[in-house]
């Protein structure tokens, strides 16, 4: 049987050994009971000889039992079902993938098996190099991802510091400096006074930032009703901001309220002072 299918493989042999030598990858053909009936110079290569060397030996002589008995077992159900097939598996260190097409005859029977079979060590290998490459990068992403969490974080912290320590500073420069430097220019001689207008002008650059926001957001508001806004938004209170500009408490009060008409609080309960620490 195995002589008939030989000689009936040999027909056109030439034409068919071309095909199968086009391809640099490993082709063969083998009957149902894995005899070599037709292999390419490729397999003859890498396995070393010459192809009548192999034509009419047992394929899974070729390999160790383990590889065998798992190439056997595909090429059974191969014959079994009609239906080709693919598998892969590891030999010498090296990864192969085998496409088996199944030949059959006027019965429908499966007759031989053309195999089909490629190295693919180098892209397995390229694969799992990409998917650790990918790890990595995943993993420094991550690293990347936190670290600017961590930064967005202190910058959040470090603006509320700054923002706190301009309220303070404010604080002090309305509460302490401005009424000593009120106090100043009333007992000083008057060549003195524009030093005093200087050094007073100075210490409102400091505050000048809530000062901008003011002007810029409520134009309606007087030079007086933006300076006691400042000293409201640091918890002074109308008697306190009375003494410093030398004014009545009442006079104060009148300021106030037209200051929170202009501000839209007219008929809203909001503090004024938790208004203006909110711009």
Not at 51 to 64: A, E, M
Not at 151 to 176: F, H, P, W
Not at 245 to 259: A, H, P, Y
């Amino acid at each position: 049987m195995h002589q008939q299918i030989k000689e009936a493989f040999q027909v056109d042999n030439q034409m068919a050994q071309a095909l199968m030598n086009a391809t640099t990858e490993s082709m063969f053909v083998i009957d149902t009971e894995g005899i070599i009936l037709a292999i390419n110079e490729s397999v003859v290569q890498r396995l070393g000889g010459n192809p009548d060397k192999y034509i009419g030996t047992c394929i899974f002589d070729l390999f160790p039992p383990k590889v065998a008995k798992l190439r056997r077992d595909c090429l059974n159900k191969i014959v079994k079902s009609c239906r080709p097939a693919c598998y892969k598996d590891n030999h010498d260190g090296m990864i192969f993938e085998a496409t088996l097409h199944p030949v059959v005859d006027e019965q429908g029977e499966v007759e031989y098996i053309a195999v089909f079979g490629r190295d693919i060590t180098e892209q397995v290998q390229a694969t799992e190099t990409l998917k650790t490459l990918n790890a990595q990068l995943n993993e420094k992403h991550q690293q990347l991802e936190r670290k600017n969490i961590a930064l967005r974080e202190t910058l959040i912290c470090i603006n509320q510091e700054k923002k706190l320590i301009g309220s303070q500073v404010q604080a002090n420069v309305d509460r302490v400096l401005l009424p000593l430097l009120i106090d100043l220019e009333a007992q000083i001689p008057p060549r003195f006074k524009n030093t005093v207008e200087f050094i007073r002008k100075s210490m409102l650059e400091i505050t000048e930032s809530f000062v901008n926001k003011l002007e810029v957001k409520f134009r309606k508001l007087t030079p007086r009703e933006v300076q006691i806004c400042r000293m409201i938004r640091n918890d002074l209170r109308s008697k306190e901001i009375g003494a410093i500009l030398n004014i009545s408490t009442r006079t104060v009060e009148g300021f106030r309220r037209s200051i929170r008409k202009k501000l839209g609080l007219s008929e809203n309960r909001e503090s004024l002072r938790t208004y203006l620490q909110s711009i």
